[in-house]
């Protein structure tokens, strides 16, 4: 009994260390860059400038379908699937557009690659570009993201964006900043790019 009651305390421990050193690892990850140009209560509007991303398109409908394959082909490219067998630094977030025409799955690149600096993909369902400059509203959640809580907060922000008068244009996105198998301190939004003047 006392052996289990032993085993049972060393394998919490081993997992808060290892989870402790999973987070301060992510914490060294290269974030995408923007500016927080209001703050609200619930909400906040960024500025988001120009970045280079690797992006596939699908004809998924759902999350579940979209994330799967979407991540396989992203990570493939970014772990040598390139005409230079190239290792690129994995960033955060994920950006998710699931909707009724065309879902996208994008990795951000690290910002010291221009879209001329990046090797080809191997894979021509992988595209690279240039996004534009947008401002964005954005809502934070925590834990592992379900389609519940995508609509939820999606359905959310919607409201408060209709509450302060802010016109949206074009869907509602999912970031996710962690890997799957981080269990704590998890970090998801829903963003929508919106009409702003400074």
Not at 114 to 138: Q, S, W
Not at 162 to 186: A, C, W
Request: cysteine-free; hydrophobic content about 35%; charged content about 20%.
């Amino acid at each position: 009994m006392k052996f289990m009651i032993k085993l049972s305390i060393g394998m919490v421990v081993v997992f808060v260390l290892f989870q402790s050193f999973l987070i301060m690892s992510t914490d060294s990850t290269e974030e995408q860059k923007y500016t927080v140009v209001r703050a609200y209560k619930d909400f906040e509007i960024r500025f988001y400038p120009s970045a280079v991303i690797a992006t596939i398109t699908s004809d998924a409908k759902t999350y579940n379908e979209l994330s799967g394959p979407g991540f396989q082909k992203l990570a493939g490219y970014i772990f040598g699937g390139n005409e230079e067998n190239m290792n690129i630094a994995m960033t955060s977030p994920v950006h998710m557009d699931v909707n009724d025409s065309v879902s996208t799955m994008s990795f951000v690149m690290p910002s010291e690659y221009t879209e001329k600096t990046l090797p080809k993909p191997n894979d021509p369902g992988v595209n690279i570009i240039n996004t534009e400059d947008e401002y964005v509203a954005a809502i934070r959640f925590g834990g592992f993201a379900s389609d519940q809580d995508r609509k939820f907060y999606t359905d959310k922000l919607q409201s408060l964006l209709k509450e302060n008068s802010i016109t949206t244009v074009g869907h509602y996105r999912f970031l996710g900043y962690d890997p799957p198998y981080q269990m704590t301190d998890r970090r998801n939004e829903i963003v929508v790019a919106v009409q702003w003047k400074e």
